[in-house]
C-alpha cells in the first residue's frame, strides 16, 4: 500500500511490501528519496548497492543480508527494523540515526559514520574497521564482539554500551565518561583511557599489566582497584 499523507512536504508512505533493486529504482524515479517512509517493507537480500537514498525512513522493515554497499544514506532514519548481516560497506550515512534495530553481525568498513547515532541498537559481532566515525555516538547498546579498532570516542558520555569481548585495539577513549555498560574481556592492545572515568564499567577480565600508560588518569572506583590488585595476591582492606 502507498499513501501520501498531508503535510507541508508530503510523505509517501511505502507499507508492507516485498521490494527488489528495480521496484525501488523504478518508486525513486517518481518520488524523491526524502519523502519516503517504508514501514514493514522486506528487503531481505536485496541488492541495495549504490543507490541515492538520502533522507529516507525505515520503520519495523527487513534488511536481513541486504547490501547497501555505497549506497547514500545520509539523513536516513531507522526505527525498529533488522538487517542482520546486511552490509554497508563504504556507504554514505552522514546524520544517520538508527533506534531499537537488530543489527547483528552487519558490515560498516569504510562507511562514512560522521555525526550517526545508535540508540538501543543490537550490534553484536559488527565491524566497523576504517569506518569515518567523527561525531559518531552510541547510546544503550550491544556491542559485543564487535571489531571498533581504531574508533574514536575521546570525551564523549558513553551510556550503558556492553562491549564485551569487543576488539578495541587503538580505540581513543581518552577523557570519555562511561556510565555503565562493559569492557569484559575486550581487546585493548593500543587503547587508551587516559583520564577515563571508569567507574561503573564491568572491567572483568582485565588485568593490571594490560593498564600501563593507556589508562594514565584514568579514574576507577575502589571496588574496580582491588579486583585488579588482588590478581597480585595483595588484599586491600
Known sequence: MITA?????????????????????????????????????????ADLSGLALQGAQFTDCSLAEASLVRAQLGDTRWLGCRARQASFHLAQLTDA???????????????????????????????FHEAQTLGLAFHDSLLVGADLRGMSLRKQ????????????????FRDAVFEGGSLRDAHLKNARFDGADLRSVDLGGLRLAQLGQSFKGAVLSADQAAMLVSELGIRVM
Do not use: Y
Open 157 to 172: 558520555t558513553i551510556g550503558q554500551l556492553d562491549m564485551s569481548d569487543a576488539d578495541l585495539s587503538g580505540c581513543d
Open 5 to 45: 499523507s498531508i503535510c507541508p512536504t508530503p510523505t509517501v508512505l511505502v507499507q508492507e511490501q516485498q521490494l527488489s533493486r528495480f521496484s525501488l529504482q523504478a518508486m525513486l524515479e517518481d518520488t524523491p528519496a526524502h519523502r519516503l517512509h517504508f514501514e514493514q517493507c522486506d528487503f531481505d537480500g
Open 97 to 127: 540515526r538508527f533506534h531499537r534495530c537488530d543489527l547483528n553481525n552487519t558490515l560498516w568498513t569504510k562507511a562514512a559514520l560522521a555525526s550517526a547515532l545508535f540508540a538501543e541498537v543490537k550490534l553484536t559481532g559488527a565491524q
